[in-house]
């Protein structure tokens, strides 16, 4: 079963000098047992069936499983791993952090928070000036819905079809997908959904009893879809025509992912609100935020500063990695990074859909939020598990199971962008041979 790795990736193996595990087979059986009894039989199956192993082992474009097969991590927590995993000034700025205070009292000031949030307020669209730190994008969004509702005592909330904001009862009231809705309605009522990159159908719902519209600048699990140009600008323009608010939803596009520090800069658009996560912690801990503009939190927290609240919000190992990825990003200029691997991807792409126009359907993104767009499901399915079988990560967009994502690190090197597009090619020949063969 430990083999070696089933493709050579440029560069030493990530895990090179640790020892293996002596009894791969069995270490394996142990956690899928675990699983099956404690956590989830049913994604215990789901996962095995796809052929994961476990994660045991992580270090920049590369994960490496329990038989140290090594994978080009092209899925990366669906982008969380803008930096590769462990970046090392991240790592670092979390051991120190955790020297002097590892979680925060909630009665004094906050350094660490002080600091990322001041940070955060330097790179954002004009006006967000604040910051309300969380632990996931769900919860960044569940305070972005209630600030919008206290801000404009509205209630009328505008999502999108396909647009995915998270599965906390809030959240998935404007998650655009039934299938993660059935069974739970009545939700929080009031989300209206428009279809998503339609002007015109924004233009029209957005009125004055609109508290907000929540949109994903790009929308991620809903199949990578990126907007017409100028479609954020008339969501903005018709907000300020009715006094309601714009959400955007950057959780996933946010700190460089899609070729600009945030994805609202490809239009010049400045939200109300914008809730950050995912990529955010630097890929070594979780964090979410929230930011708002003066207007937004002067009416949320003037009379009650403790309006909203988290305990472990703003802890300082969180705000200690945030702050130090924001600072990667920046002097490592991985936004440029993202543009240029993300257009040569793109354009590698483009070639492989030419050769398989029967099999490929579309490619499209910005920066590296990249989406394929197969023919059907199953050949999305198949080539997902060829790929595994080829030491690359990848995986369908949630909202959408035809569209394969490719969110890599934004350090993934030239030669590894090659060798991404050239694994997803030769797993989509054999995905199609698998599927004209008779069984
Ligand atoms: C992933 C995601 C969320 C939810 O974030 P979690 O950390 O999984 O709770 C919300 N919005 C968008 C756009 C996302 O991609």
């Known amino acids: 079963m430990s083999g070696p790795p089933a493709h050579e990736g440029p560069g030493a193996r990530a895990s090179a000098g640790r020892p293996p595990i002596p009894d791969a087979d069995a270490y394996l059986a142990d956690v899928v047992q675990k ?77 660490p928070a002080a600091d990322l949030a001041a940070e955060l307020a330097s790179i954002a669209p004009e006006g ?44 998935l009231a404007t998650t655009g997908r039934e299938k993660y809705r059935t069974g739970v309605e009545p939700l929080m009522p009031g989300v209206e959904f428009i279809p998503y990159g339609d002007t015109a159908a924004a233009v029209a719902a957005i009125d004055d009893r609109t508290a907000a519209v929540i949109v994903e600048p790009i929308q991620g699990e809903g199949g990578v879809h990126v907007p017409p140009d100028g479609y954020l600008r008339a969501i903005r323009e018709a907000c300020d025509r009715t006094g309601a608010l714009m959400i955007a939803d950057e959780v996933q596009t946010c700190i460089g992912r899609t070729g600009t520090m945030f994805a609202c800069d490809h239009e010049g658009v400045a939200p109300d609100i914008m809730t950050l996560a995912k990529q955010l912690g630097g890929g070594v801990m979780p ?30 190992l969180a705000c200690a990695a945030g702050l130090a990825a924001v600072r990667v990003v920046q002097e490592d200029d991985l936004v440029t990074r993202s543009s240029d691997r993300g257009q040569l991807m793109l354009a590698l792409l483009r070639d492989m859909q030419a050769e398989h126009r029967d099999l490929v359907v579309d490619v499209r993104g910005r920066g590296l939020m990249l989406g394929v767009e197969f023919a059907a499901d199953e050949i999305a399915e198949l080539t997902v598990i060829q790929m595994l079988k080829h030491g690359m990560c990848a995986a369908f967009t949630l909202n959408n199971p035809r569209v394969v994502r490719l969110e890599p690190p934004l350090i993934i090197s030239e030669d590894e962008v090659r060798l991404a597009v050239d694994t997803l090619s030769r797993s989509l020949v054999e995905a199609a041979e698998m599927m004209a063969t008779p069984t």
């Open 35 to 111: 699983y099956r009894e404690h956590v989830n039989p049913f994604l215990a199956e789901f996962l095995s069936f796809v052929g994961f192993g476990v994660e045991v082992y992580g270090e920049g474009c590369y994960i490496e499983d329990h038989a140290g097969r090594r994978y080009l991590d092209c899925l990366g927590g669906y982008g969380t791993f803008a930096l590769g995993h462990r970046h090392p000034a991240v790592v670092a700025a979390v051991k120190e952090q955790l020297e002097s205070l590892a979680m925060s009292g909630k009665a004094f000031f906050s350094k």
């Open 287 to 316: 964090i979410g935020a929230t930011m708002g503009t003066a207007s937004v939190w002067e009416k949320v927290f003037s009379e009650n500063p403790l309006m909203h609240t988290s305990t472990f919000g703003g802890n300082p």
């Open 128 to 171: 967000l000036q604040y910051s309300f730190f969380s632990n996931s994008g769900s919860e960044a969004v569940e305070a972005a819905l209630k600030f919008a509702k206290v801000a404009t005592g509205r209630s009328r909330i505008i999502s999108t079809v396909g647009g995915y904001h998270g599965k906390t009862l809030g959240a």
